[in-house]
């Protein structure tokens, strides 16, 4: 059986989401909006409200000596709504003494 949940996405935009309860994450391409609203609920121990799911398309990169093209695969994105006062502690970002963002 394979893991529902790969891992949380962690980006400018998606840590300002989760400021408004939204979380993402990046799920197994296959998952449905009840499997990964299950395993998330289970994982973190929250309630979710909502699943919005989209699948993205793996992007071309250029790597190597000669510069071949290499096809990244395609992948699976999941937006999930909590229950209002509830949070996941992976998108808390704390500043350090300088004032950067570790």
Known sequence: MHSTIIRPLITEKTLTLAASGWYTFMVHK???KPTIAKAIADFY????????????HGKVRRVGKMM?????PNWKKAMVHLQKGQKIDAFEIAPTEEGKVV
């Open 30 to 32: 296959e998952s449905a």
């Open 45 to 56: 121990k929250v309630k979710v409200l909502a699943v919005r799911v989209a699948s993205m």
């Open 68 to 72: 071949k093209s290499a096809a990244q």
